[in-house]
């Protein structure tokens, strides 16, 4: 029941399989936009859930702000931009009227407004009246909204021209305490991608010519896709005083000067759902790690004859109570029994193809012998997919059995991880060659083009040479060596270490 | 420290003097549209929590739809409609360039998209792609978004150009099992409204002019304001097939024939908030139910002087972790020591406008008698406002404490609900009298115009004299006394009650 295309084939189409045979999401009908199906979106609810109860958790509050921008905010910021031109969708009428049977805009706007691709400066205008004194500091806020980017090439998770994210915003008396947030929120990340989403990351900053403008540092983390190309999983922004100023927010000091405060922001965006896809789907479809799966356990009936039915659905609806009243990652498990007029196998296949951890088939059979056939996703075309255990026995393990997925799920991404970063190449012409490579699948026999680390000498020329590599510097991670090597675009004498990949 | 305005005194204002002193929205400078502070913003979160869970346990799953909608879509439904005018806005170009150092909107679209207004016709172009056969039916779907109707008088909470929703859309085999889920939807939203905002509702459906265009019942439940005008809070759309069959919804049934599905949508928008606030806040402030307060209990240390900073300091933190423990409403109290840089009359006030239920002040002094003062929201103005209980009788008690507060607010809003309900009004002529009357707080000794319960002939010429009157019918309820009577706009004979009001 392989997808059409396998990874190995042609991994960008096999993407595009595994989205449709999991019904996660879609193409729509608006140009450039997506529908998140529900169990693309239920992922995205669970991802939610965990992220926002940390954002809480380290002090922050939600809030919401306008979707609309007017177009001045934009013109304070183009000022400063040679060249300025972004690609963003504006509302210039606000109103359609019938003109000789057609409809038509009408009522043009005085001041055209922009559908938000980012909300700093619209949020800074509010914390210039919010912040008078030092007693109003900090003030950390975060909100859950959709936002516009007016992307060309639009895929599904990856890049539509409408994506689902968070966006905190936060202001602060001290350079200090603002860094130092900047910097928590990026553990926040890491340690959400990590122990949610199973999904091993780099934590380091951006290279100077690749920060968000206006920034003092861009941290953020990159995972590894099965295709070797990094993917930017999460951004935090620690912006210094450069965005208070142009938004005047000040605020009285304890010592009665009036000073600019310091701000951050940070963002994760719903195309970790197709990190998620990337980093843990198979050739059979998607992978949903438990933590995040809207069903955690799916019970499908086996109905051989009508005379049956009834013992079947009780004990299947038995099993499924049991398991409801046991508890995951602090929270009941998510089981349910799949009753729908369909053939028992149909189902089994929709739930592996959709990634749910574990499928349950209970049928006559297992009554007499109180037991329950279990696959288990991950295990599929092992001799393991399929085991019969002991109902109690089941029942009584299923969160560590649902823990034993979890970490598997992120063992095989983190092996991915450590076993495709090269650290060996030493010169220019190495790399070169290395890029030069075509690749497809990290894991399969083809292609092995993944990371390198090696070192960069900050020269701006470089920038140029990556792009004609298609690489790019993904980030300058935490852990440094700081040993001297050369420079692996230019074999000058360097220090810093950097992940040098192809990237989404 | 009673509000600038009071209810009595200037109704409209002291709306608006609520939500600045509570800090829960504002003004923005995005025309029309408004900022959702925390603690208004937190007051949704709850409300959402609430209600999802109960959608979810209904069988829906959450979807999400693009903000886009082209205009196209909205030309097959003007064709129906005369002099179709929406007021919506309108997005026609998609990049912002640079011309003369100014920016200008460039790449003019083929098409103008709208921003919804609502997703119905979005959201049935998916339905004909996913239902195919009888089999694929019921789809039961929500999704939580952002919506925009270009409103010309905004006003916070009520009506602002965008605010937030959710909407339900579901389709059917049959039409009982369509109209049941409408009706299912309308409890649902009732149950949330009377149960956890504490805000009692009339449920029924609205008479023929005021039907959801298309829809075949618009069922919609009504709560009574303090200035006795009524507030649509939620609403429940039975579609028949009239929607399925402008999007060509279609399945093959069991016996194999092609049929059109029957279709519903419901939702409820952040106007609720402003429905709290007129449902419950008084002339200090705000008053929040527990079961959505975004902090149930907020400890406020007094600290007379340094010496005995850390042992107030430890009291307050114990208090807090001791409450922490308990449950309200299936969840852990969601509680607070307020330890800002700022006087501790100030919090006190500051908590009490914002309706914090209970704020708890904790000195020196009640550390020794190991007692808390306890300051209950809802009543203040009387003598019970403070009060001084034991520690551990105060930790024990928490929970009923909650529920006795969640209980007397709904108590006093059924209580005005039942009260100015006026079923004694039998002619046109009173009624036209009753309505001339000026209005401002009907719990006041000024005015008490509110609901009349009465006859209605349904003749379609009484639509003009309720305009003149400045009233609408709100819902013609579930409980009908199927007596015959005069229509109290034409004196007709009639058997129809109707709840007559002004609105919001």
Same mark, same amino acid.
């Given at each position: 029941?392989?997808?059409?295309?396998?990874?190995?084939?042609?991994?960008?189409?096999?993407?595009?399989?595994?989205?449709?045979?999991?019904? /996660?999401?879609?193409?729509?009908?608006?140009?450039?936009?997506?529908?998140?199906? *529900?169990?693309?979106?239920?992922?995205?609810?669970?991802?939610?859930?965990?992220?926002?109860?940390?954002?809480?958790?380290?002090?922050?509050?939600?809030?919401?702000?306008?979707?609309?921008?007017?177009?001045?905010?934009?013109?304070?910021?183009?000022?400063?931009?040679?060249?300025?031109?972004?690609? /963003?969708?504006?509302?210039?009428?606000?109103?359609?009227?019938?003109?000789?049977?057609?409809?038509?805009?009408?009522?043009?706007?005085?001041?055209?407004?922009?559908?938000? *691709?980012?909300?700093?400066?619209?949020?800074?205008?509010?914390?210039?009246?919010?912040?008078?004194?030092?007693?109003?500091?900090?003030?950390?806020?975060?909100?859950?909204?959709?936002?516009?980017?007016?992307?060309?090439? *639009?895929?599904?998770?990856?890049?539509?021209?409408?994506?689902?994210?968070?966006?905190?915003?936060?202001?602060?008396?001290?350079?200090?305490?603002?860094?130092?947030?900047?910097?928590?929120?990026?553990?926040?990340?890491?340690?959400?991608?990590?122990?949610?989403?199973?999904?091993?990351?780099?934590?380091?900053?951006?290279?100077?010519?690749?920060?968000? *403008?206006?920034?003092?540092?861009?941290?953020?983390?990159?995972?590894?896709?099965?295709?070797?190309?990094?993917?930017?999983?999460?951004?935090?922004?620690?912006?210094?005083?450069?965005?208070?100023?142009?938004?005047?927010?000040?605020?009285?000091?304890?010592?009665?000067?009036?000073?600019?405060?310091?701000?951050?922001?940070?963002?994760?965006?719903?195309?970790?759902?197709?990190?998620?896809?990337?980093?843990?789907?198979?050739?059979?479809?998607?992978?949903?790690?438990?933590?995040?799966?809207?069903?955690?356990?799916?019970?499908?009936?086996?109905?051989?004859?009508?005379?049956?039915?009834?013992?079947?659905?009780?004990?299947?609806?038995?099993?499924?109570?049991?398991?409801?009243?046991?508890?995951?990652?602090?929270?009941?498990?998510?089981?349910?029994?799949?009753?729908?007029?369909?053939?028992?196998?149909?189902?089994?296949?929709?739930?592996?193809?959709?990634?749910?951890?574990?499928?349950?088939?209970?049928?006559?059979?297992?009554?007499?012998?109180?037991?329950?056939?279990?696959?288990?996703?991950?295990?599929?075309?092992?001799?393991?997919?399929?085991?019969?255990?002991?109902?109690?026995?089941?029942?009584?393990?299923?969160?560590?059995?649902?823990?034993?997925?979890?970490?598997?799920?992120?063992?095989?991404?983190?092996?991915?991880?450590?076993?495709?970063?090269?650290?060996?190449?030493?010169?220019?012409?190495?790399?070169?060659?290395?890029?030069?490579?075509?690749?497809?699948?990290?894991?399969?026999?083809?292609?092995?083009?993944?990371?390198?680390?090696?070192?960069?000498?900050?020269?701006?020329?470089?920038?140029?040479?990556?792009?004609?590599?298609?690489?790019?510097?993904?980030?300058?991670?935490?852990?440094?060596?700081?040993?001297?090597?050369?420079?692996?675009?230019?074999?000058?004498?360097?220090?810093?270490?950097?992940?040098?990949?192809?990237?989404?």
């Amino acid at each position: 029941m392989t997808l059409q295309n396998t990874r190995e084939k042609n991994y960008p189409e096999w993407y595009q399989n595994v989205i449709s045979a999991a019904d /996660m999401g879609e193409v729509s009908s608006s140009p450039g936009c997506m529908v998140f199906r *529900p169990w693309g979106y239920g992922i995205w609810e669970r991802i939610q859930r965990a992220l926002d109860n940390k954002i809480k958790e380290t002090g922050h509050e939600n809030c919401y702000f306008p979707i609309f921008i007017p177009l001045s905010y934009f013109q304070k910021e183009a000022n400063h931009v040679e060249g300025f031109a972004k690609e /963003m969708a504006i509302v210039t009428h606000s109103r359609l009227t019938m003109k000789d049977g057609k409809l038509v805009p009408d009522g043009k706007l005085e001041e055209p407004l922009i559908v938000r *691709p980012t909300s700093e400066t619209i949020i800074a205008d509010s914390f210039s009246k919010w912040i008078k004194s030092y007693r109003d500091l900090p003030v950390m806020i975060n909100q859950w909204a959709n936002v516009v980017r007016w992307e060309m090439r *639009p895929r599904l998770f990856l890049r539509t021209r409408e994506f689902l994210w968070q966006e905190g915003h936060t202001a602060h008396a001290t350079f200090e305490e603002a860094e130092k947030e900047a910097k928590t929120m990026l553990g926040v990340y890491a340690s959400v991608a990590q122990n949610v989403l199973a999904m091993p990351v780099i934590k380091g900053k951006k290279p100077e010519y690749d920060k968000f *403008p206006g920034a003092v540092d861009t941290y953020c983390i990159e995972a590894m896709m099965q295709d070797g190309r990094s993917l930017q999983a999460g951004t935090s922004h620690f912006l210094g005083q450069n965005f208070a100023k142009s938004a005047n927010i000040r605020f009285q000091s304890k010592e009665g000067t009036q000073e600019y405060a310091y701000t951050t922001s940070w963002g994760v965006t719903s195309r970790l759902i197709g990190s998620l896809i990337m980093t843990h789907a198979d050739d059979e479809g998607m992978v949903v790690p438990p933590k995040i799966a809207p069903q955690q356990v799916v019970i499908v009936p086996i109905i051989k004859d009508k005379s049956t039915q009834n013992e079947v659905m009780l004990y299947a609806t038995k099993l499924c109570s049991a398991l409801s009243e046991k508890f995951y990652d602090g929270e009941k498990i998510r089981v349910k029994v799949d009753t729908r007029d369909k053939s028992s196998v149909d189902k089994m296949w929709e739930w592996t193809r959709k990634g749910a951890p574990i499928v349950c088939e209970v049928g006559s059979r297992d009554i007499e012998n109180e037991v329950v056939m279990v696959r288990t996703r991950t295990k599929i075309n092992t001799s393991e997919w399929k085991q019969i255990i002991p109902l109690n026995e089941f029942i009584n393990l299923i969160s560590s059995r649902l823990e034993d997925l979890q970490n598997s799920l992120f063992n095989v991404a983190k092996k991915r991880l450590l076993d495709n970063q090269r650290t060996d190449i030493k010169t220019a012409e190495e790399m070169k060659d290395y890029f030069s490579q075509q690749n497809s699948w990290v894991d399969g026999a083809k292609g092995k083009v993944a990371f390198v680390r090696g070192k960069w000498c900050e020269d701006p020329a470089t920038v140029e040479k990556m792009k004609e590599m298609k690489i790019s510097i993904r980030c300058i991670p935490e852990d440094q060596t700081k040993k001297e090597g050369n420079c692996l675009l230019t074999n000058k004498k360097a220090v810093l270490d950097v992940i040098y990949a192809r990237s989404y």
